[in-house]
């Protein structure tokens, strides 16, 4: 029963990174001055569309930044995901995760600002979950400051 339910999660896992990769990048525009733009990544897991997740997850997590009381310049946000490190600790097994992000200006692609994300996640045994959660958690963390470069 469990190779049927991790089948399963990964081919819905599969199919959410794709609708998030074939959704036309300015989907978010309407709501947002921010646009996804490119996402990429070196990092390579069997059987998981590692730039799918990253580009879902960007797109999830990006609502929920406040830019309410940003300048609302057309913006593109560019998304790399630069290591995904796991390793035995005392407390178990850790992944680490580092996103790099890029704003540059829509009119004239004008880079004004590199944030930095980083996350640990420790909970768990199933590496595909722990995965993902340091993503999420990286990828809030780079978000977080986009609206301080914004006001810039």
Do not use: W
């Not at 057309?74 to 390793?87: A, F, G, K």
């Amino acid at each position: 029963m469990r190779l049927i339910g991790d089948v399963y999660r990964s081919v819905v896992v599969a199919a959410i990174a794709a609708a998030a990769l074939l959704a036309p990048g300015d989907v978010d525009a309407k709501d947002s001055p921010v646009v996804v733009g490119e996402v990429s990544t070196s990092v390579v897991r069997d059987g998981v569309d590692v730039p799918g997740v990253l580009r879902a997850t960007v797109v999830e997590e990006l609502p929920t930044i406040d830019l309410s009381h940003a300048r609302k310049r057309p913006v593109i946000l560019s998304v790399s995901l630069l290591r995904m490190d796991t390793e035995a600790t005392s407390q178990g097994t850790a992944t680490t995760c580092v996103i790099s992000a890029a704003l540059r200006t829509k009119k004239g692609g004008d880079l004004f600002a590199i944030l930095e994300g980083r996350a640990q996640a420790q909970e768990g045994s199933d590496s595909g979950a722990r995965e993902r959660k340091a993503i999420r958690h990286a990828v809030r963390g780079a978000l977080e400051r986009i609206p301080e470069a914004l006001a810039q």
